[in-house]
């Protein structure tokens, strides 16, 4: 039997009989049926009945089963048992390991009982974890199956417009490229408060769209929301180091320095800027010391570009510096 052979109605009854009924083996057997065909109604029937007659086998057998044969039906099963949130939270995570699947087809996905129930704060979480892995979703497939997202998006933004949550939810259509429902969502949440995390969104977008003009403003309205918070002046220093103004970058990772002096991040940053700004050779060297402490490899080797274009260096140091992008 296919799991196409699903779609066209084939019953319970044969899915178990093909399965040696197992009803785990029919799950197994099911989900590899809704990967085939996300939109397609059948195999949900069977899970349904499935989950009505076997429930307290299929818990005792699904239990602490985590691989993505089974965790689509366990989200449908949430769904059923009226747990829209965790069924949201566990489709996201679904959805970010093989988001080349249109999983948010899914009927339930887009049922008006779901779409009523969900919390803003689940769905915003679940759109995260559709971002865990760090796939390229900036494609028109991508946006294709990534389309009953955004309407879910939009209906429970509008139902429930919780700031915070909407600016979190604003990262997955950006990651899309649909630029204007992040904007959109930003707006929502601004109509109801303006919180930091909106401004950081809608600069983030911005800066995506490679508007640093219209990001570095959006940041600043962030540091005026939350002045103390060290990260927002890395982020505003980065955008005007990407312009260029290496001065306002140095200056502005100072004052992230006082609010949060030990952070190596800001450390490693303001070193950098601080060396292409005047060619300082202590400066440099305290940045191929912090280097290695840095998680973010990309950054990491951005601040040693920046830092080696700086004026006057001797070219062993500089040598020095970029061997730790290479290794």
Known sequence: MSNQSVTAG?????????????????????????????????????????WRD????LKEGLEGKG?????????????????????????????????????????????????GAVS????????????DYDHDLDTDEMRERFAPWFHAVDVVS????????????????????RHELAFALCDRADAVDRVMWTAVA???????????????????DALALDPANWSLYLDLADV?????????AASLVGQGLEHEPHEVTLRAAGAAYRTRLSGSSDDLRALIALAPGLANTSYRD???DYACAGPGLPPSLVATARSIGTN
Do not use: N
């Open 54 to 57: 076997r429930r307290s086998e």
């Open 158 to 177: 509008e139902r429930s417009p919780v700031p915070e949550s909407l600016a979190a939810m604003a990262r997955l259509p950006r990651a899309c490229g």
């Open 10 to 50: 084939v019953a319970l009854a044969a899915v178990m009989a093909h399965c040696g009924g197992s009803p785990v083996g029919a799950v197994e057997f099911l989900v590899g049926a809704m990967a085939s065909a996300p939109a397609a109604p059948e195999p949900y029937a069977a899970l349904g009945e499935l």
């Open 120 to 131: 803003a704060e689940a769905l915003a979480e679940a759109c995260l974890r559709t971002l």
């Open 202 to 220: 809608r600069a983030a977008t911005w800066r995506v769209k490679g508007d640093l003009d219209r990001a570095a403003a959006a940041f600043e």
């Open 67 to 115: 691989s993505l044969s089974v965790v689509p039906a366990q989200a449908y099963f949430l769904f059923l048992d009226g747990d829209m949130d965790d069924a949201a939270m566990t489709l996201g995570s679904v959805t970010g390991v093989r988001p080349d699947v249109p999983w948010g087809a899914a009927p339930w996905f887009g049922d008006a009982r779901f779409l």
């Open 302 to 304: 951005l601040l040693i």
């Open 240 to 248: 005007r180091a990407e312009q260029g103004d290496f001065a306002a």
